[in-house]
């Protein structure tokens, strides 16, 4: 079973720096104009280490990896960042409020340093595929630092006993308005009980494949003792706090598109229900099972499969359970066998655009920038559960856990 435990991490030193000044989003995340938020908030931001820029006088001996690399260490060398005193394990509470409109949330967590274990052994299980640029990045940033400044987001099955006690490190409000508190964990029996009740269960990656690969190809090359951990957050899988969003497509570039060719292709294995505008077909897709809400030539439908068994075939070929995630029927059933937008152009970023906010894509179709736009209800937690305990994978972009944890709140050192 998974092996945790506590590390002496890398903090912010809030007696030099406002932690709200220097912490960033997850690399991925950021945009061009958050990178230059992040850059004019403080000359110690975490973006320039995280996220550097490229020059174009690079080289194998000054680059974005090597800056970041010199530094991390003038970091610790001015004390902007510390190295704790001791081993601890973090808890991480952040409260909300949810952008799907279900009120208020607070989301607990751990962090720790998680033993890494390959895909095959069982113990961590993958819910998405990967990509080979995002690694690459990752690796060589991990390798120039010697260090992850970035979360893997985990979930665990069964709830556990968090600690109520600690020693609170700091507070800041976040770019999306998310309270993050931290606090440091070091009594002996505390840790104790949180590794006897973690120690005995299966953890899912929530957010951080790529970050989790990339920490076993560093593993396997380096060979040391730290190396075998990855610093990982860790939530229960049936947190009131834990959100799931839902992430919305538009369809771009369909040369000689038809609408009404699609439409009648549509009908023959959807029913196609008329909305009068977005609001009431958001509130009709929560109701219906296997729902799917689209925007096409101006108007507004809700699809639901008229029987998902005659859309089996489809998916002979397919990883196991997609013909029950309703993510899969859209990219299977309309995506792939009647726009042609097959896995291959969706790797290629082609023809489909990807949204958490539904009116955003809306406003794409309504301006001409989209031909059509797709709805689509959060993937539920026991889907993700059930996807990997099947060791299969979800289609690209199925799940949006919010919020995003932020780089740098703790940073793990691997030599």
Same mark, same amino acid.
Request: avoid cysteine.
């Given at each position: 079973?998974?092996?945790?435990?506590?590390?002496?991490?890398?903090?912010?030193?809030?007696?030099?720096?406002?932690?709200?000044?220097?912490?960033?989003?997850?690399?991925?995340?950021?945009?061009?104009?958050?990178?230059?938020?992040?850059?004019?908030?403080?000359?110690?931001?975490? !973006?320039?280490?995280? /996220? =550097? +820029?490229?020059?174009?006088?690079?080289? *194998?001996?000054?680059?974005? %990896?090597?800056? &970041?690399? #010199?530094?991390?260490?003038?970091?610790?060398?001015?004390?902007?960042?510390?190295?704790?005193?001791?081993?601890?394990?973090?808890?991480?509470?952040?409260?909300?409020?949810?952008?799907?409109?279900?009120?208020?949330?607070?989301?607990?967590?751990?962090?720790?340093?998680?033993?890494?274990?390959?895909?095959?052994?069982?113990?961590?299980?993958?819910?998405?595929?990967?990509?080979?640029?995002?690694?690459?990045?990752?690796?060589?940033?991990?390798?120039?630092?010697?260090?992850?400044?970035?979360?893997?987001?985990?979930?665990?099955?069964?709830?556990?006993?968090?600690?109520?006690?600690?020693?609170?490190?700091?507070?800041?409000?976040?770019?999306?308005?998310?309270?993050?508190?931290?606090?440091?964990?070091?009594?002996?029996?505390?840790?104790?009980? !949180?590794?006897?009740? /973690? =120690? +005995?269960?299966?953890?899912?990656?929530? *957010?951080?494949?790529?970050? %989790?690969?990339? &920490?076993? #190809?560093?593993?396997?090359?380096?060979?040391?003792?730290?190396?075998?951990?990855?610093?990982?957050?860790?939530?229960?899988?049936?947190?009131?706090?834990?959100?799931?969003?839902?992430?919305?497509?538009?369809?771009?570039?369909?040369?000689?598109?038809?609408?009404?060719?699609?439409?009648?292709?549509?009908?023959?294995?959807?029913?196609?229900?008329?909305?009068?505008?977005?609001?009431?077909?958001?509130?009709?897709?929560?109701?219906?099972?296997?729902?799917?809400?689209?925007?096409?030539?101006?108007?507004?439908?809700?699809?639901?499969?008229?029987?998902?068994?005659?859309?089996?075939?489809?998916?002979?070929?397919?990883?196991?359970?997609?013909?029950?995630?309703?993510?899969?029927?859209?990219?299977?059933?309309?995506?792939?066998?009647?726009l042609g937008i097959d896995e291959q152009r969706l790797r290629e970023e082609a023809n489909v655009t990807y949204w958490r906010e539904p009116d955003l894509a809306a406003q794409e179709v309504a301006s001409g920038k989209a031909q059509i736009a797709f709805f689509l209800s959060p993937t539920p937690v026991h889907d993700v559960k059930e996807i990997a305990d099947a060791?299969?994978?979800?289609?690209?972009?199925?799940?949006?856990?919010?919020?995003?944890?932020?780089?740098?709140?703790?940073?793990?050192?691997?030599?």
């Amino acid at each position: 079973m998974p092996e945790i435990q506590p590390f002496a991490g890398v903090l912010f030193n809030t007696q030099k720096v406002n932690p709200a000044d220097v912490l960033t989003q997850p690399y991925d995340k950021i945009t061009p104009a958050m990178q230059e938020k992040y850059i004019k908030a403080s000359p110690f931001n975490l !973006i320039r280490i995280e /996220l =550097g +820029k490229s020059e174009p006088t690079d080289s *194998d001996a000054n680059n974005k %990896y090597t800056r &970041a690399a #010199a530094l991390y260490q003038q970091w610790l060398k001015d004390g902007i960042l510390r190295r704790s005193a001791k081993p601890a394990l973090y808890y991480l509470e952040q409260k909300f409020a949810a952008p799907d409109g279900s009120g208020t949330r607070t989301r607990k967590a751990l962090i720790a340093r998680v033993k890494l274990h390959r895909w095959d052994e069982g113990e961590v299980l993958p819910h998405e595929h990967t990509l080979s640029k995002p690694k690459a990045d990752r690796m060589a940033l991990l390798k120039a630092t010697g260090s992850q400044q970035g979360q893997i987001f985990m979930l665990y099955p069964q709830p556990m006993k968090l600690p109520t006690t600690g020693t609170k490190l700091f507070e800041l409000v976040d770019d999306y308005q998310v309270t993050n508190t931290l606090y440091e964990i070091t009594d002996p029996a505390a840790i104790q009980s !949180i590794q006897a009740a /973690l =120690g +005995k269960q299966k953890f899912y990656i929530a *957010d951080g494949h790529h970050r %989790y690969e990339t &920490a076993i #190809a560093f593993r396997d090359e380096a060979q040391t003792e730290a190396s075998r951990y990855v610093m990982a957050t860790l939530v229960d899988m049936n947190d009131p706090g834990l959100v799931v969003l839902p992430t919305h497509r538009t369809v771009t570039n369909l040369k000689d598109f038809d609408s009404g060719k699609f439409l009648h292709r549509l009908a023959k294995d959807f029913s196609v229900a008329a909305h009068a505008d977005l609001k009431s077909l958001l509130a009709a897709l929560k109701q219906t099972p296997h729902g799917i809400g689209m925007l096409l030539d101006g108007k507004f439908a809700l699809l639901a499969p008229r029987q998902l068994a005659s859309l089996t075939p489809l998916f002979k070929d397919k990883p196991p359970l997609w013909d029950k995630l309703d993510v899969a029927i859209l990219h299977v059933a309309i995506l792939e066998a009647m726009l042609g937008i097959d896995e291959q152009r969706l790797r290629e970023e082609a023809n489909v655009t990807y949204w958490r906010e539904p009116d955003l894509a809306a406003q794409e179709v309504a301006s001409g920038k989209a031909q059509i736009a797709f709805f689509l209800s959060p993937t539920p937690v026991h889907d993700v559960k059930e996807i990997a305990d099947a060791r299969s994978r979800m289609p690209q972009k199925s799940t949006d856990f919010y919020p995003k944890l932020l780089s740098g709140i703790v940073i793990n050192e691997v030599r």
